[in-house]
Nanobody, 124 residues
C-alpha cells in the first residue's frame, strides 16, 4: 500500500521544538515536492512549508523564521524542524507529496499523496 507516514508530533511547551518526519511507504519521494499542511480546530488548512524535488524551499511568513523543511532522499524522508513553537502553532500536521505548483497555490487537494497526520500541541 502506497502511503506517507508522519511521526514526531507531541506536546511541547511554548518556545520548545519538535521535528516531524514524513516517510514514503511503497512510494519513492525523489521526484515529488513535499509540503506540510496544518489543520487547526475550526480553521482552514494552512500550508506551512514545502520543499521541491531539487531541494528549494518555501515557508509561510508566520513560520519561515522558525520552521525548517528538509529532505533526505537516501532515507526517503522529509522533515520539518519546528523551533520556538508558539501557542498559535498547534494542530494536526499532514505531509503531502505532489506537484509543487498545487501546494504554492493552496490547492492542497491537487497533491497526490497524503499522510494521516501527526498532532502537535503547544501548552505550558
Amino acid at each position: 500500500q502506497v502511503q506517507l507516514v508522519e511521526s514526531g508530533g507531541g506536546l511541547v511547551q511554548p518556545g520548545g521544538s519538535l521535528r516531524l518526519s514524513c516517510g514514503g511507504a511503497g512510494l519513492s519521494l525523489d521526484y515529488y515536492a513535499i509540503g506540510w499542511v496544518r489543520q487547526a480546530p475550526g480553521k482552514e488548512r494552512e500550508g506551512d512549508s514545502a520543499i521541491s524535488s531539487d531541494g528549494s524551499t518555501w515557508g509561510a511568513p508566520s513560520v519561515s523564521d522558525r520552521f525548517t523543511i528538509s529532505r533526505d532522499n537516501a532515507k526517503n524522508t522529509a522533515y520539518l524542524q519546528m523551533d520556538r513553537l508558539e501557542p498559535e502553532d498547534p494542530g494536526v500536521y499532514y505531509c503531502a507529496a505532489g506537484p509543487l505548483a498545487f501546494w504554492l497555490r493552496g490547492n492542497y487537494n491537487g497533491m497526490d499523496y497524503w499522510g494521516k497526520g501527526t498532532l502537535v500541541t503547544v501548552s505550558s
